[in-house]
């Protein structure tokens, strides 16, 4: 019997709130998430409406609202007390936010997690990462973090020996930062000219060079990702299927796009292929999924410390 108790129905407008946003903004991640089990769904819904705010407050919603960067790093810093408050409380009146507490309280997510990815969000407004280092930990608080929220959903009723949740978790890092990369390269444009960022490179635009040894990064963590989700539980693998063959068919187009081109205009993979790429994730068969014929679980090396 449906629990029609206030707290719940609250609950569910949260989660309503939450799944309106993922339609929004990402087709992609909308149609994956259509293929987690029902168990999960809402919950990696939560946590993308999150995310996806956070995102936006930095990346020029803001700033169009009329809101310049003192102000929007006063709207982040809010939205943080605000998350951080709701995961302690269980509650909030920001209906994203409240279907987020309620996530985080369910998987075990904590402030390990969101401390840096709020951390990220803050580095944006101050530019691109000044060195690798920094830029290994944007990406990590940006994007791996990510990833393991999610794999902590996926993961909250089962019972793994610690070495195979320590590979999943390596799994679930690889595929984030696979995702943040594959986006760096699509976004390279906009970033740069309305932004006025630049992720991959050192030089005031990513060279020819720098271009084809990216796509060869993303290549080995795409690689790394898929050798894990056959270990996954089977109502979450063909969903997280589908997203890594979305970001390795939008990687293969980029690989073929000219890096000047790339410089101009935003690549993407049309919605009849991304059909068909679910049907390939729904057809169960995940050792297909790898780009490389000897991927490695090795950290890729940045191609600016070259």
């Given at each position: 019997?449906?629990?029609t108790?206030?707290s719940?129905?609250?609950t569910?407008?949260?989660?309503?709130?939450?799944?309106?946003i993922?339609?929004?903004y990402?087709?992609?991640?909308?149609?994956?998430?259509?293929?987690?089990g029902r168990r999960?769904r809402?919950?990696?819904?939560?946590?993308?409406?999150l995310?996806?705010?956070?995102?936006?407050i930095?990346?020029?919603t803001?700033?169009?609202f009329g809101l310049?960067?003192e102000?929007q790093?006063?709207?982040l810093e809010?939205?943080?007390?605000?998350?951080?408050r709701?995961?302690?409380?269980?509650?909030?009146?920001?209906?994203v936010?409240h279907a987020?507490?309620?996530?985080?309280a369910a998987a075990?997510?904590?402030t390990?997690l969101?401390?840096p990815?709020?951390?990220s969000?803050?580095a944006?407004?101050?530019g691109?990462p000044g060195d690798d280092?920094q830029r290994?930990?944007y990406v990590y608080g940006?994007?791996e973090v990510?990833g393991?929220?999610?794999l902590r959903?996926f993961?909250r009723?089962?019972?793994l020996p610690a070495?195979?949740?320590q590979?999943l978790e390596?799994?679930?890092?690889?595929?984030?930062a696979?995702?943040?990369?594959?986006?760096?390269?699509r976004?390279?444009?906009?970033d740069?000219?309305?932004?006025g960022?630049?992720y991959?490179?050192d030089s005031?635009a990513l060279?020819?060079?720098?271009?084809?040894?990216?796509?060869q990064?993303?290549?080995?963590?795409l690689?790394?990702a898929a050798g894990?989700?056959?270990?996954l539980p089977?109502?979450?693998r063909?969903?997280v299927a589908?997203?890594?063959l979305?970001?390795?068919e939008?990687?293969t187009?980029?690989?073929?796009?000219p890096t000047e081109?790339?410089?101009?205009?935003r690549i993407?993979?049309?919605?009849?292929v991304?059909v068909?790429?679910?049907?390939?994730?729904l057809?169960?068969n995940a050792?297909s999924?790898?780009?490389?014929?000897?991927?490695?679980t090795?950290?890729?090396?940045?191609?600016?410390s070259a």
């Amino acid at each position: 019997m449906r629990d029609t108790s206030p707290s719940m129905r609250y609950t569910r407008a949260a989660r309503a709130a939450a799944a309106e946003i993922i339609g929004t903004y990402s087709t992609s991640f909308g149609w994956a998430t259509g293929l987690l089990g029902r168990r999960h769904r809402g919950h990696i819904r939560s946590i993308y409406a999150l995310v996806r705010i956070a995102d936006e407050i930095v990346d020029g919603t803001a700033a169009e609202f009329g809101l310049d960067a003192e102000a929007q790093a006063q709207a982040l810093e809010d939205y943080r007390e605000q998350t951080h408050r709701a995961m302690a409380a269980g509650y909030s009146t920001d209906l994203v936010i409240h279907a987020f507490a309620r996530t985080a309280a369910a998987a075990g997510i904590d402030t390990s997690l969101t401390g840096p990815f709020f951390d990220s969000m803050r580095a944006d407004l101050h530019g691109s990462p000044g060195d690798d280092q920094q830029r290994a930990q944007y990406v990590y608080g940006s994007a791996e973090v990510v990833g393991l929220m999610c794999l902590r959903v996926f993961l909250r009723e089962e019972h793994l020996p610690a070495v195979e949740v320590q590979e999943l978790e390596e799994g679930a890092r690889q595929l984030g930062a696979a995702f943040q990369n594959v986006n760096f390269l699509r976004d390279l444009a906009a970033d740069a000219d309305q932004l006025g960022r630049n992720y991959l490179s050192d030089s005031a635009a990513l060279t020819e060079v720098e271009h084809r040894a990216w796509v060869q990064i993303i290549g080995t963590q795409l690689d790394a990702a898929a050798g894990v989700i056959p270990s996954l539980p089977r109502d979450c693998r063909a969903a997280v299927a589908a997203a890594h063959l979305f970001f390795a068919e939008l990687l293969t187009r980029l690989e073929a796009t000219p890096t000047e081109e790339l410089r101009r205009r935003r690549i993407r993979v049309p919605n009849p292929v991304k059909v068909r790429l679910i049907s390939r994730a729904l057809a169960g068969n995940a050792g297909s999924l790898q780009r490389n014929a000897s991927p490695t679980t090795d950290r890729p090396r940045d191609p600016r410390s070259a």
